[in-house]
């Protein structure tokens, strides 16, 4: 059937003069070193009392590491695992401007090839959870431990953060978090955070 826009273009204005719709805001939240201690203290305590349990502590660790989303993570599979150049498929990876065929080797840096090679080989993929119970799971800890506004996502900014910290390039850090745009990885940041990418246009 032919449909038209017309009217949600033409009440987009003023419901934005009237504060209704808008951008999302900017998150500039980063985690601390006693949040993570803490959350790998649960998640080590929960995941010992359960043998089936989601490895939480390891799922939560290889985020930082690689600044993947959940989904990302729990649909990587072993047979894209390089394990002479460290690197690993992501499949389909998340691109506003392109759904389809969009394929990403990416570096596995710090402990995250590490944390590969500790998963047992039970499935296809090398974290074979449901990506909306790993989030139930990271959440429902968070809350116990009396941690606010801190969301998995957020591991994500952190894991983008520390690659700046540590002295790698705009064209590097987004090899690893996927943004094809170096702009888009500046919306991660504010100059406050990280100063050096003030000049950066």
């Known amino acids: 059937m032919p449909i038209t826009t017309y009217a949600v273009d033409s009440a987009k204005p003023v419901l934005n003069q009237l504060g209704l719709i808008g951008k999302s805001g900017r998150r500039d939240r980063r985690i601390n070193p006693e949040e993570i201690q803490q959350l790998l203290l649960a998640f080590h305590e929960r995941g010992g009392k ?94 116990s431990l009396g941690i606010y506004d801190l969301r998995f996502h957020d591991l994500r900014h952190e894991a983008a953060s520390r690659l700046f910290e540590q002295g790698y390039d705009i064209h590097e850090v987004s090899l690893v978090t996927g943004h094809k745009d170096w702009n888009r990885v500046r919306l991660f940041f504010n100059d406050k955070q990280l100063p050096h990418l003030s000049g950066f246009q």
Not at 53 to 65: G, L, N, Q, R
């Open 50 to 143: 359960r043998q089936s349990s989601i490895p939480m502590a390891d799922i939560f660790e290889f985020a930082i590491e690689t600044a993947m989303r959940q989904k990302e993570i729990c649909n990587i599979r072993w047979e894209d695992l390089n394990k002479d150049k460290k690197t690993i498929l992501i499949r389909e990876r998340k691109d506003p401007k392109n759904k389809h065929n969009n394929n990403q080797v990416v570096p596995l840096l710090g402990k995250s090839f590490e944390i590969i090679l500790k998963q047992p080989r039970i499935d296809d993929r090398i974290f074979p959870y449901n990506s909306k119970s790993v989030g139930a799971a990271f959440s429902r800890v968070v809350r």
